[in-house]
């Protein structure tokens, strides 16, 4: 029993580390957290909405920030939700991910948001390279592994990765998310229990 208990902090450990790195990797480009913190603070202050947007296990990530973003008193929304309002100003902003740069569904829908006025701030790990960032008035680097470049030979057993695929950018966004609804809160001046008391209690 130790020795698994002892196995899995290590493997939890590792696995934190490894979505840690991420963030203290050098660019060029500002601090993705910074870039998610201004648009979304212009957004409040106009008054305007937030819609969320992504495929996959990427989407997953956005529906949990949209529902902190509406915790926090936010107009937030769940592109595709049948009770999403339309999106038709530059107050509005469309917060969409591509991380290997681009998805067909994603292009499109950051196509509408521009063609209706609003802003449209794009997490991708391909920023210069991918189809969605052309699109976007804003740009958010989170410089992690997805499935546009984890292709190579076979790993050995034992060292396949830890984390596959596009698991450490999906684990990013989610770290990502806790950190700008922390700060959000401040700039907002949110309380914990504001914050608190507009959660469903519809359970």
Partial sequence: MASSASS??????EICCQISSVFSRTSS???????????????ATAKGRIFV????????MLKGLCMR???????????GDVNA??????????LASAGPGGFSTV??????????????????AQPDSGSAAKLATAIG??????????????????SRPLLPMGSL?????FVLFEMAVFRLGEVLGESPAAVRSRHTNLE
């Fill in 169 to 173: 950018y999906e684990g990013a966004m």
């Fill in 29 to 43: 480009r500002p601090p993705v957290l910074d870039v998610m913190v201004d648009e979304i603070a212009i957004t």
């Fill in 69 to 79: 973003l509406a915790h926090l008193g936010l107009s937030a929304h769940c592109v």
């Fill in 107 to 124: 292009d499109a829908i950051c196509g509408v948001a521009r063609s209706n006025d609003a802003r449209v701030l794009v997490l991708t």
């Fill in 8 to 13: 899995m902090t290590t493997l939890a450990s």
């Fill in 141 to 158: 680097y989170i410089p992690a592994q997805t499935m546009a470049d984890d292709e190579g030979p076979e790993p050995p057993e034992e």
């Fill in 85 to 94: 309002p339309p999106i038709s100003s530059s107050s509005d902003l469309l």
């Fill in 53 to 60: 947007h992504g495929v996959g296990r990427e989407g997953l």
